[in-house]
């Protein structure tokens, strides 16, 4: 139990449709990521949120909408997505001291499929 | 810019030792991390290195030598439950975590 959860576990889903992940903390800290994970590809950072603000956007397709409503739930909004954006969805959360020994804490993951 | 360096596959047998090894290039370092994440499963946090030298827990060790900009994960007295793919991680003065491609160790009988 790594105190980071994360729904739906899996999700199918059409290019045109709409839906939405969640990813919840409970280890009271105050930076949170999404993480895109593709086979045999490292771990690719999309967004980082920092005390509710985003601090970084790495060139992500504006198809993906990331929020964060308070320090503990992060959610990423999908729509129109195409078939590449197929990998596991992976939601971390780190105590955010100015890059000081950041360990993160990862989700289980949401496995996406777009057909 | 910043990137790592691990070897895609490693192999070994029950009850040895092997090393995985990382390099790294960046502009400012404040640290080396190795996670673990199995087959289906969410990275777990390993280990930590900001000093030079030798960190051990348990039957994983880390080490790092940032002159060489270099740093292994030791693994002992393998189990079987030990494959699993291993990322080494840079945390830098941009303040995130850049994640190598990822070992897949593989622990044979």
């Known amino acids: 139990e790594t105190g980071v959860t994360q729904t739906p576990r899996h999700l199918v889903m059409g290019m045109t449709n709409k839906k939405s992940l969640k990813c919840e903390q409970h280890?009271?800290?105050?930076?949170m990521y999404w993480y895109k994970q593709s086979a045999k590809k490292p771990l690719e950072l999309m967004f980082v949120?920092?005390?509710?603000?985003?601090?970084e956007n790495n060139s992500v397709p504006s198809r993906f909408s990331p929020e964060c409503p308070n320090s503990s739930h992060l959610f990423l909004h999908l729509h129109t997505l195409q078939p590449e954006d197929s990998a596991l969805y992976l939601c971390?959360?780190?105590?955010?001291?100015?890059?000081?020994?950041?360990?993160?804490?990862f989700g289980p993951g949401t496995r996406l499929l777009v057909l | 810019g910043q990137s790592l360096e691990q070897p895609s596959e490693v192999t070994a047998v029950e009850g040895a030792i092997v090393q995985i090894n990382c390099t790294y290039q960046?502009?400012?370092?404040?640290?080396l991390s190795w996670y673990q994440q199995h087959d289906g499963g969410a990275p777990t946090f390993l280990s930590y290195?900001?000093?030079?030298g030798l960190e051990e827990t348990g039957r994983f060790s880390s080490f790092l030598s940032r002159s060489d900009s270099y740093g292994y994960l030791l693994l002992q007295e393998l189990q079987m439950k030990d494959s699993a793919s291993y990322f080494c991680?840079?945390?830098?003065?941009?303040?995130?975590?850049?994640f190598g491609q990822g070992t897949t160790l593989q622990v044979k009988p």
């Open positions: 971390a959360s780190s105590q955010d001291d100015r890059g000081l020994g950041k360990t993160q804490y």
């Open positions: 280890l009271g800290h105050n930076a």
């Open positions: 949120y920092s005390l509710e603000e985003r601090v």
């Open positions: 960046t502009s400012g370092f404040y640290g």
């Open positions: 290195n900001a000093l030079d």
């Open positions: 991680a840079l945390s830098s003065n941009t303040g995130k975590l850049i």
